[in-house]
């Protein structure tokens, strides 16, 4: 059973920092590509960031790129979002997923995802 828990995530000043984690338990890092989405207050959930199961391949949003990055701890299965100079737009839920394959994707096709991190940035 493939689990990926987040957390990390809680009330910024605009232009903070955070860091989410999402450690996966079921699957190894290194057989899974991941991504990090999320969802606004009324709004759709959308990419922000993904990576490959090699770690080779990064992908970001326009939105997010410059400020983010994803990254990984195989010895901890964990995949992590560092985020800096943070925005009020920025403020959303933040789950991360795991694909089955080891190939990246900005869209939604991921197989597993988790209960997501509540993010607000305040202005």
């Known amino acids: 059973q493939v689990q990926l828990v987040e957390s990390g995530g809680g009330l910024v000043q605009t232009g903070g920092s955070l860091r989410l984690s999402c450690e996966v338990s079921?699957?190894?890092?290194?057989?899974?590509?991941m991504g990090w989405f999320r969802q606004g207050p009324g709004k759709e959930r959308v990419f922000v960031a993904t990576i490959s199961a090699s770690g080779a391949g990064r992908y970001y949003a326009d939105s997010v790129r410059g400020r983010f990055t994803i990254y990984r701890d195989t010895a901890k299965n964990t995949v992590y979002l560092q985020m800096n100079s943070l925005k009020p737009e920025d403020t959303a839920v933040y789950s991360c997923?795991?694909?089955?394959?080891?190939?990246?994707?900005?869209?939604?096709?991921?197989?597993?995802w988790g209960q997501g991190t509540q993010v607000t940035v305040s202005s």
């Open positions: 997923a795991a694909r089955k394959t080891s190939t990246p994707t900005t869209s939604l096709n991921y197989d597993f």
């Open positions: 079921g699957r190894a890092l290194n057989t899974s590509a």
